[in-house]
């Protein structure tokens, strides 16, 4: 029944061979992993209008530079990634660059920002969406949590059940939203041109303002510069495209810079151009659309496909966490099980680490997530910065022919991303202040799981060494009555002509040790019984003790001891419920107990 479940919500098992045909087109992969990425400008450019209204409406004109200097990092962002594609065509993105050219604790900085990233990813994403849903909905607004911890199992299973599925399904909405607000900025951009907005409605470029100030610009800037999150992703999930791959991510990474420019400025110009201020009650965006159009059908069109891009954008995290979780694994900082391939062909390790860490968040925050954007943002631009101060050293080291316009676009790149992940610290380090505990600890873990996998490498590593020689085998055999389980396990010990055998017996009173005694030695006079009483009836502590003297004895005269364990299975999994599973709880403390092997001897019942 649990086999044929997994089947009904995942699917049937692939073939390891058919691994190609999980690769994603240009088409496909633009669509999951630009989501995050695309979803940001329903709320980047409000970022910047919520900074520049402390100061006055009047500021709001600095919006268009503003926006022109988040496309010029958008534009060094996108062409260095692009770089960082054909340079590192196995994909790592930022992870790899830094550890290839700063230094492991860099790369490791850079890895471990993205992986809690890409979880904030998720975690931001689905609650936005569910709150853009519950807005239109009110009556579900006491439902936020359970309604964003749904998405997030749904998404996990629908990325469970293979990179090609989920691109399927997701692709439509993508291209949904980008096809709405591509027509909503046409339709915007015409009511200007024809003078159906009032000049009045806007502030002249130029208007001089009052207390404006360079510090307030680039809080500004670092606001709306939120919009970049995700850009790295497709970096990460080179190994996702098919062949060729860094050719196809590449014009993949080039579309989804053009489009998020396009969107970007034109929602911030119409919100220049309409006059709008932010508000609790109506997003930017939602403005914009009423102002533009009405509120007619259009209008809630813009809205619902605004939502659905807020909860997919969440699926980039399902996309880059994995493959960014496998190049760590295969560097032994984090466990190997993120290296193994589901039953779909995906890593479902990572999809449902990411997908249960994401839910723990939703639960904590009660799905009030925006008090992790801040978090979720600079988590970005530190592995932005590291990336191109990484690409910046590869090009001076190596110089390669043209590397001096490369290293140049990667300079400002590392210049301004280093300015915006600053202003982030400084003007927000209230909310950002997690990072400089979380960080640490995180880079902490991976150095210890990397010193434990070297450990266990150097002991189990093949050496020149003679290995103690076995004079004979002492067998230790815990018994709990005289039934076929241990008939079975005695007759299987016998057989491999052993030193000693030992059967082993607790019992619970001293009536109930002699009267096993004699039963015993009318049933197997030949094999020596020790009986053992417990007054706390316990099983496992005795059976220690006795397996501690004879181990102590068989040091001396070369013997190993072995338990055999009896053990009888039932037909059906629900009766191992109906048995108080001993013999599991002895292999379980035995399996910690120096020097001596485990065996069990099973016995399958028939009913």
Known sequence: MKSSLKRYVIGKPLRSDALGEQKLSKTKALAILSSDALSSVAYGPEQILIVLMTISTVAFWYSLPIAAGVIVLLTALIFSYRQVIFAYPHGGGAYVVSRENLGVNAGLVAGGSLLVDYILTVAVSVSAGTDAITSAFPSLHSYNVIIAVFFVICLTILNLRGVTESASVLAYPVYLFVV???????????????????????????????????????????????????????????????????????????????????????????????????????????????????????????????????????????????????????????????????????????IMMLGLAAIVLIILFDGMTEHLIPLYAVGVFIPFTLAQAGMMRKWWREKPKGWIPKFTINTIGAIISFVVAMMFFVTKLPQVWPVFIFLPIIILMFHRIKHHYQAVGEQLRLVDQELPIIEGNVFIVPVAGVTKVVENTLHYAQSLNVDKIIAFYVAFDQADAKAFEEKWKAWQPTIRLVTYYSPYRSITQPLM???????????????????????????????????????????????????????????????
Not at 230 to 252: C, H, L, M, Q, Y
Not at 309 to 329: D, K, Q
Not at 556 to 581: A, D, E, M, R, S
């Open 180 to 350: 709405v607000m591509l027509v909503l900025i046409g339709v915007g951009i015409y009511n200007v041109i024809t003078g159906q907005v009032p000049a009045e409605l806007h502030p002249k470029v130029g208007t001089p303002v009052a207390g404006i100030s360079l510090f307030i610009l680039l809080k500004a800037f670092a606001s709306g510069s939120s919009a970049l999150t995700g850009v790295e992703a497709i970096s990460n999930a080179i190994p996702n495209f098919r062949d060729p791959a860094p050719r196809n991510a590449s014009k993949t990474l080039l579309a989804m810079g053009a489009i998020l420019a396009v969107l970007f400025i034109g929602i911030v110009s119409l919100a220049y151009f309409y006059g709008v201020a932010p508000n609790a009650k109506a997003t930017v965006v939602s403005q914009i659309a009423e102002a533009s159009v009405g509120r007619n059908i259009f209008y809630y069109i813009v809205q619902g496909t605004t939502a659905m891009i807020l909860v997919l954008a969440a699926n980039t995290g399902y996309s880059a966490f994995p493959l960014l979780a496998v190049n760590l694994s295969k560097d032994g900082f984090i466990p190997r099980i993120f290296q193994i391939r589901g039953d779909r062909l995906g890593y479902s390790n990572g």
């Open 545 to 607: 003790k006795f397996i501690d003297k004879v181990e102590h004895q068989c040091l001396k005269t070369g013997h190993q001891v072995t338990v055999v364990i009896p053990q009888f299975l039932p037909k059906k999994g629900w009766h191992h419920i109906l048995h108080n599973q001993s013999s599991l709880l002895i292999r379980a403390s035995l399996l910690f107990h120096k020097n001596v092997v485990i065996m069990t001897v099973p016995f399958h019942l028939s009913k």
